[in-house]
C-alpha cells in the first residue's frame, strides 16, 4: 500500500470532521486512488501527503493556498479553525470586553462561503462581527477596520494568486493594536499567538457556529471609502482640464466599480474599461495567471489603448490591493512594436514618491518626522526622493505588514505593484487610491506638455539612472527552495556582469535591525545590488535586480536614453548569470 497507517488515519478522521461534502468527497477519492494496487497509487499518495504535511501557516501574506481537502489547502475546516483561533486571540486580548471584526471577501470561488463561515464562527465565539455587503476590494476591508475601529478585520482574497487559490488576511486595529501598525496585517508575535490558538483548536465539530447574529454593512462603507480617496485629489488639479484618456483593467476581480466610480468622481470620465475582464469572474478566462507582472496580463488592455489612442494604461490585480500602469514609450517603438510598455514597479514607486513629496512641499507640509518607506527588495531611488524633500526614509521586510509599520509613514511600497498613498485611511497597499495620484499627475504632466517618462528622466538626472529587474523560478517541488537558497549561500557568486560582489548578507541574520528573514543581498562595486528570496505568497524563487548608472544633471534625452540602454543590457548579463547560477 502506498499510504501509511498512520496517514490513512490523519485522513480518516480529517474526512469525518469536514463540514464540506465537496472537500469529504475530493479526499476520499485520493485515499481510494491512493490505496490501489497499480503504478498510480504513488501520485495520489504523494498529493495526500502534501495535503497532510501540516496546517496552512500565516505568510507574507496571510494564509494562501489551494483550495482542497487537507489542513495544508484552504477549505472550509482550515477556516473555520482560524476563525475559531482568531476569535480566541481577541476574546483574550480584549479581557472583559467584547471584540468586533469586520470581514471582507473578493468574487473567487468559495470567498463568500469563507466569509460567512468566518461571521458565523465569530457570532458564536461572542466576537461582534460585520461582514461586508457584497466582494468589493481588500483596501475597502482595510479601510474599514480603521473607519469602524475594529479590534480585527479578515479579509478572504487570494488577491493575484491562480484560480485554484485562495487567502485569509487577518488585520489587527481598535483596541487590540494602538501603535503605528493600527489597520495593518499581523505580524511576530501577533502571527504566532493566533496561530497557536488555531493549533488549540481540537476540531471543526467542536466549533460553534451561529446561524445568524452578525451584522451585514450597508452601502454606505463603500461610498465611504470612495469619498475618503476622493480627497487626495491635489487642490490645483482643479486647473487642468482633465483630458487624460485612460484604458482600465480590473484582469475579471473586484476592483472595476469601485475604481472607475472614483476616477469618475475625481473628474477623470475618459476612461474605457476592457469589456472583456470588467466583470468578475473567478476563472480568469482571459489571462494565464491574473497577475499584471505576468507576461502576458494587460495585452488586452494595451490593445485597447492602441485602438483608441490612449495617455495611460492602469491595471489593479483582481482585489484591487495593486496597481500598474503601461506607457507609450518612443525608446521602444521600432518596425515590431509602437512601444507600449508596463511600467516596472519601481518606476511606479519613484514617480509616486515624488509626486507626494511635491505636493507636500507646495501645501508646506514640514516633512521631518513624516516617512517615505519601501521594502530591503525595491529601488534605493525612493530614499533619495525622501532625502531630497527632508522625509525621514525606511526600508523594510518584504510585505506591506511591514512598511505600513513605519512610523510617521506618509507613503510606502514594494516592487511588486503595492502603493499605500494615504496610510491615514488604509495601512496597507491600495490600487484604487493609487491609480487615482498617478493619472492625476500624467494629467498635470500632459497639460505641460510633458509625461511620466519624462518626469523619469528628471528622476534620473537629479539621482542617478536607477534600473531594476526580476527574475523568477517556479517550483512545482517545493522542496527545492531551500535547496536552492543553501546552495547560493554556501557559493555565492564572485563578480556581477564583471563588477566584483564586494558585500554579501545573509538576510537571515537579521541585518539593518530588521527581523530575520529567508534571503540573501549581493552588493558589487559598482552599485549593482540582488536580492534574492523565496517568495511568501508563491511557490517561487526571485531575485530583485538593480543596477544605478550615473547620469548628468544636464543629460540630453539622447544621453539618457543611451544610459538605458546600457542598463538594460548590464541587467541582462546578471539575469543571466543568476539564472545559471540557481539553476532556473
Not at 502534501?50 to 475546516?77: K, V
Not at 480617496?229 to 473586484?254: C, I, K, S
Not at 499627475?441 to 538626472?461: Q, Y
Not at 557559493?491 to 566584483?500: K, N, R, V
Request: hydrophobic letters at 45%; one cysteine or more.
Amino acid at each position: 500500500m502506498a499510504v501509511s497507517a498512520e496517514l490513512r488515519a490523519q485522513v480518516e478522521a480529517w474526512i469525518d470532521d469536514d463540514p464540506d461534502a465537496a472537500t469529504r468527497g475530493e479526499l476520499e477519492m485520493l485515499l481510494e486512488q491512493a490505496s490501489q494496487d497499480d503504478a498510480e497509487a504513488a501520485v495520489f499518495a504523494a498529493e495526500l501527503a502534501d495535503a497532510f504535511s501540516g496546517l496552512l501557516q500565516f505568510g507574507t501574506a496571510g494564509l494562501r493556498g489551494r483550495m482542497a481537502g487537507g489542513p495544508a489547502r484552504m477549505n472550509r475546516a482550515v477556516v473555520i479553525r482560524a476563525a475559531a483561533g482568531l476569535a480566541a486571540y481577541l476574546l483574550e486580548a480584549r479581557a472583559g470586553a467584547r471584540p468586533s471584526v469586520v470581514i471582507g471577501y473578493d468574487a473567487r470561488h468559495n470567498s463568500r462561503t469563507f466569509a460567512l463561515d468566518t461571521a458565523a464562527v465569530m457570532t458564536a465565539a461572542g466576537v461582534d462581527a460585520k461582514i461586508m455587503p457584497r466582494a468589493l476590494p481588500t483596501p475597502v476591508l482595510a479601510y474599514a477596520v480603521r473607519h469602524l475601529g475594529t479590534d480585527a478585520g479578515v479579509m478572504v482574497t487570494a488577491s493575484h494568486n491562480p484560480p485554484q487559490d485562495n487567502g485569509y488576511k487577518v488585520y489587527l486595529g481598535g483596541e487590540v493594536v494602538t501603535d503605528a501598525g493600527q489597520g495593518a496585517q499581523i505580524v511576530p508575535p501577533y502571527d504566532g499567538l493566533i496561530a497557536a490558538k488555531i493549533a488549540a483548536v481540537e476540531s471543526v465539530a467542536s466549533v460553534p457556529r451561529a446561524d445568524d447574529g452578525w451584522e451585514t454593512l450597508g452601502e454606505e462603507i463603500h461610498l465611504a471609502y470612495r469619498e475618503s480617496v476622493g480627497r487626495l485629489a491635489f487642490p490645483e488639479d482643479a486647473t487642468y482640464p482633465r483630458d487624460l484618456r485612460v484604458v482600465y483593467t480590473p484582469l475579471h476581480g473586484v476592483g472595476a466599480e469601485t475604481a472607475l466610480t472614483t476616477l469618475a468622481g475625481a473628474g477623470y470620465g475618459d476612461v474605457f474599461g476592457v469589456e472583456q475582464q470588467l466583470e468578475p469572474d473567478p476563472d480568469f478566462p482571459t489571462v494565464a495567471f491574473p497577475n499584471p507582472e505576468e507576461p502576458g496580463a494587460i495585452d488586452l488592455a494595451i490593445e485597447l489603448a492602441r485602438k483608441v489612442g490612449a495617455d495611460l494604461v492602469v491595471a489593479n490585480d483582481p482585489d484591487a490591493d495593486r496597481c500598474a500602469a503601461a506607457v507609450l514609450d518612443p525608446r521602444r517603438a521600432d518596425e515590431d512594436s509602437d512601444g507600449w510598455r508596463m511600467l516596472h514597479g519601481d518606476e511606479v514607486g519613484a514617480l509616486l514618491g515624488a509626486a507626494l513629496a511635491e505636493n507636500a512641499s507646495r501645501l508646506r507640509i514640514v516633512p521631518s518626522a513624516l516617512t517615505f518607506a519601501n521594502s530591503i527588495v525595491s529601488s534605493r531611488l525612493l530614499g533619495r526622493i525622501a532625502a531630497k524633500h527632508g522625509f525621514a526614509y525606511a526600508s523594510t521586510l518584504t510585505g506591506f505588514k511591514w512598511i505600513s509599520r513605519a512610523e510617521g509613514l506618509v507613503f510606502g511600497y514594494e516592487e511588486a505593484l503595492g502603493y499605500c498613498v494615504d496610510p491615514g485611511q488604509v495601512r496597507d497597499k491600495d490600487g484604487i487610491s493609487a491609480a487615482l495620484v498617478l493619472v492625476q499627475l500624467a494629467d498635470r504632466l500632459k497639460a505641460e506638455g510633458r509625461t511620466l517618462l519624462d518626469l523619469l528622466d528628471d528622476l534620473a538626472r537629479e539621482h542617478g539612472l536607477h534600473l531594476s529587474s526580476q527574475l523568477s523560478g517556479r517550483f512545482s517541488d517545493l522542496s527545492l527552495i531551500p535547496v536552492t537558497m543553501e546552495r547560493l549561500r554556501s557559493a555565492p557568486p564572485a563578480t556581477l556582469a564583471g563588477s566584483p560582489v564586494v558585500k554579501v548578507e545573509d538576510l537571515s541574520e537579521g541585518l539593518d535591525g530588521l527581523p530575520p528573514t529567508d534571503g540573501l543581498r549581493l552588493l558589487a562595486a559598482d552599485s549593482t545590488r540582488v536580492v534574492v528570496r523565496p517568495s511568501g505568497t508563491e511557490p517561487k524563487v526571485k531575485c530583485y535586480l538593480e543596477a544605478v548608472f550615473p547620469v548628468e544633471s544636464d543629460a540630453s534625452y539622447e544621453a539618457i536614453s543611451r544610459a538605458r540602454i546600457e542598463a538594460h543590457a548590464h541587467l541582462e548579463i546578471v539575469t543571466s548569470e543568476l539564472r545559471e547560477l540557481l539553476g532556473l
